[in-house]
């Protein structure tokens, strides 16, 4: 038998053992116990105490930006314990039942972990008398609150617990938003009353689809209820709009850690000072989208029912997963409130460039508001909802919500370099194994989607604000092939084609229909606005007046003819026209007049065929240039009748002014 000797004792081959392999058997030489003196051991007695000693207690993350005129916290000089307790009792407040005396007990913390201390906290409520309601089990149960929790955080409880999210190739996360993939225009209700009688647009064209009180709060208990049943609810305390003077608080209670990262980036990150201070919100979401409303509630048409009441500052989501409503619906939210402090709300892309000068860009799907906004040499305040108030132009959100169908790196290089970790990808198509997102695939929906922060942008601007515009881009994909590439617009014609909102949009073959589709959108976003088209329009052309800004409308479509014998406007061309108008020159340029639409065209861009900025060059079929032009402008002219009795700014002076502004024949 062979001995051999080593550091930690002795051992031995001995007789053979299994399949006559020989066993080896070894001895210590000393009873002392022997460990590797160049690691201190852990200091924890049990695997729990060892898996506590990973995390460190850290702040919340928030979204960078510098501080203006902070005040002293009134929670500084209460104890962090205290300080919770009042965060959970606002918490409590705003999911408690208006039926029941007390809110539900809440706790902070993951049900699956250990709490941030086992008190629940709840707060009394006196709305009803409470002797004619009985307890409910939901009164007996913790609802776990999990709050302002961070990216990496909410990954963990996607994936961990909600089915159909996964971290792709990117580090992006990639989620589904169940049988909705879009937003349901159609079941989105506002509550009627007294004052929004009278505020609102009401009728034919508007988005607003009028319910009672009393439906929106057997609505607002049915998804109070549910997320109550919970064993955890996600909450996050946000801001909308950069201007400090103006911005509004935000809590968001949600079931999903996909709708949680979604308003993350989405809204403002406060940082942890802003949030000991935070307080009560002055606008609440309860995102109760996996259950659905009841049908046989008054004003219901499916299961689907997505509710504002403006009274309450309150909105409630039923029946529908898709993240997008809540962030829409906190635009229509906008629409209403700014106006009403005088700040103009707005649907539209902002960039600004080195010396200070803006500019927004107006435009439906498809007319190239994102691409043409992003610009290597200008910084981007942001690419979809803005303010402008007396103190300049500011962005409303904290992120940018970008399509990503047929994405590519050429195409789009700062949303391809976006998409990474901590940003949600919603309902693409990826490889089972490699997890390689592929943009192309229509599989799930063609509406798919990036949420990512603003900051991930290269040269956003932070913080998201700028000084007044001086330039009002009103972007238009024209398939009639008949508006110019570039017009300079007078300020009756601004207010006349901003109310219109037009585009044109080609049908797809499998419907056969092979003639492009007018499609207009009052204030080039109806679908979000809460007023009458004309007060967002009087306040434009109030500030552009004020603030010495020039209208422009940019035709991005075709030329040479309407689609299907023209050709698509050149991307260089536009950029070229584009850069004109920033730089000032085309201020400078000569003009000529158009019929019909009368609008002012150039007669020379550097870098742009002089040929094509008159469109009726470049038609070779004069005859079918005006049958073309007649058309568009009579599609014009019925789109504008719902408007024309109405009355624009203190006299109707304006009102006659943009009528006449519009198509002449």
């Given at each position: 038998m062979a001995n051999n000797g080593g550091e930690n004792g002795n051992f031995s081959f001995a007789q053979t053992g299994r399949q006559g392999l020989p066993k080896i058997q070894t001895c210590k030489e000393t009873t002392e116990v022997c460990h590797d003196d160049t690691a201190t051991p852990v200091k924890a007695?049990?695997?729990?105490?060892?898996?506590?000693?990973?995390?460190?207690?850290?702040?919340?993350?928030?979204?960078?930006?510098?501080?203006?005129?902070?005040?002293?916290?009134?929670?500084?000089?209460?104890?962090?314990?205290?300080?919770?307790?009042?965060?959970?009792?606002?918490?409590?407040?705003?999911?408690?039942?208006?039926?029941?005396?007390?809110?539900?007990?809440?706790?902070?913390?993951?049900p699956a972990g250990k709490a941030d201390g086992r008190k629940a906290v709840h707060v009394e409520h006196h709305l009803y008398d409470s002797s004619l309601f009985g307890l409910s089990d939901s009164a007996l149960k913790f609802t776990h609150i999990l709050y302002n929790l961070s990216p990496a955080e909410l990954y963990e409880q996607a994936i961990k617990y909600e089915k159909g999210s996964f971290i792709t190739e990117s580090g992006a996360l990639a989620t589904l938003s169940?049988?909705?993939?879009?937003?349901?225009?159609?079941?989105?209700?506002?509550?009627?009353?007294?004052?929004?009688?009278?505020?609102?647009?009401?009728?034919?064209?508007?988005?607003?689809?009028?319910?009672?009180?009393?439906?929106?709060?057997?609505?607002?208990?049915?998804?109070?209820?549910?997320?109550?049943?919970?064993?955890?609810?996600?909450?996050?305390?946000?801001?909308?709009?950069?201007?400090?003077?103006?911005?509004?608080?935000?809590?968001?209670?949600?079931?999903?850690?996909?709708?949680?990262?979604?308003?993350h980036n989405m809204c403002i990150r406060p940082t942890p000072e802003e949030l000991e201070d935070f307080g009560t919100p002055d606008f609440t979401i309860y995102n109760a989208g996996q259950f659905p409303c009841n049908r046989y509630t008054h004003y219901m048409t499916s299961s689907t029912s997505i509710d504002l009441n403006l009274a309450r500052r309150e909105m409630v989501i039923l029946g529908t997963q898709y993240?997008?409503?809540?962030?829409?619906?906190?635009?229509?939210?906008?629409?209403?409130?700014?106006?009403?402090?005088?700040?103009?709300?707005?649907?539209?892309?902002?960039?600004?460039?080195?010396?200070?000068?803006v500019a927004l860009f107006f435009g439906l799907s498809g007319t190239g508001k994102t691409t043409l906004s992003t610009d290597h040499n200008r910084y981007l305040i942001g690419d979809d909802e803005h303010c402008w108030s007396n103190n300049g132009v500011s962005n409303i959100e904290g992120g940018c919500y970008a399509k990503c169908i047929d994405l590519s790196k050429d195409k789009e290089p700062d949303i391809w370099n976006a998409i990474k970790f901590g940003t949600v990808l919603e309902n693409v198509v990826f490889d089972e194994h490699t997890r390689e997102v592929d943009y192309s695939e229509k599989s799930v929906t063609e509406n798919t989607r990036a949420a990512y922060p603003i900051e991930y942008i290269p040269n956003a601007k932070i913080p998201c604000v700028g000084p007044h515009p001086k330039n009002v881009i009103l972007l238009a994909c024209d398939a009639f092939g008949v508006l110019p590439p570039v017009s300079k617009l007078?300020?009756?014609?601004?207010?006349?084609?901003?109310?219109?909102?037009?585009?044109?949009?080609?049908?797809?073959?499998?419907?056969?229909?092979?003639?492009?589709?007018?499609?207009?959108?009052?204030?080039?976003?109806?679908?979000?606005?809460?007023?009458?088209?004309?007060?967002?329009?009087?306040?434009?052309?109030?500030?552009?007046?004020?603030?010495?800004?020039?209208?422009?409308?940019?035709?991005?479509?075709?030329?040479?003819?309407?689609?299907?014998?023209?050709?698509?406007?050149?991307?260089?061309?536009?950029?070229?026209?584009?850069d004109a108008i920033h730089s000032g020159t085309l201020l400078n340029a000569n003009y000529t007049k158009t019929e019909v639409f009368g609008l002012e065209i150039p007669t020379k861009i550097e870098g742009v065929p002089a040929e094509i900025l008159d469109p009726i060059n470049t038609w070779s079929d004069k005859k079918a240039y005006k049958d073309s032009l007649l058309k568009l402008g009579g599609l014009f002219k019925k789109n504008f009748e719902v408007f024309v009795n109405h009355k624009i700014g203190k006299d109707n002076k304006l009102t006659e002014e943009i009528l006449a502004a519009g198509p002449n024949f």
């Open positions: 007695k049990t695997m729990d105490e060892l898996h506590s000693l990973q995390k460190k207690r850290s702040s919340q993350p928030s979204t960078p930006h510098t501080a203006t005129g902070q005040q002293v916290s009134a929670f500084n000089a209460i104890s962090e314990e205290d300080r919770q307790k009042q965060q959970l009792q606002s918490i409590s407040a705003s999911l408690a039942s208006l039926t029941r005396e007390t809110g539900p007990k809440v706790v902070r913390g993951d169940g049988a909705k993939t879009g937003r349901s225009p159609r079941d989105k209700r506002v509550v009627k009353d007294e004052e929004t009688e009278n505020e609102l647009w009401w009728g034919k064209g508007s988005p607003n689809i009028e319910m009672d009180e009393h439906t929106f709060l057997v609505n607002r208990e049915r998804a109070v209820d549910y997320l109550n049943s919970l064993d955890k609810v996600f909450v996050n305390d946000q801001f909308l709009n950069w201007d400090p003077e103006h911005r509004i608080k935000v809590r968001i209670v949600s079931a999903r850690a996909y709708h949680s990262l979604f308003m993240a997008g409503e809540m962030k829409k619906g906190l635009f229509s939210v906008m629409h209403y409130l700014m106006p009403k402090r005088g700040i103009l709300s707005l649907h539209s892309g902002c960039n600004m460039g080195k010396d200070g000068d007078s300020l009756a014609q601004t207010m006349y084609h901003f109310i219109s909102g037009y585009t044109a949009l080609v049908a797809g073959t499998e419907d056969g229909i092979k003639e492009p589709q007018a499609t207009f959108s009052a204030c080039f976003g109806a679908a979000f606005i809460m007023m009458h088209p004309t007060r967002y329009a009087a306040m434009l052309a109030n500030k552009m007046q004020k603030h010495g800004a020039t209208g422009w409308l940019v035709n991005t479509g075709w030329s040479a003819g309407r689609y299907g014998t023209g050709n698509r406007i050149k991307l260089t061309h536009t950029r070229k026209i584009i």
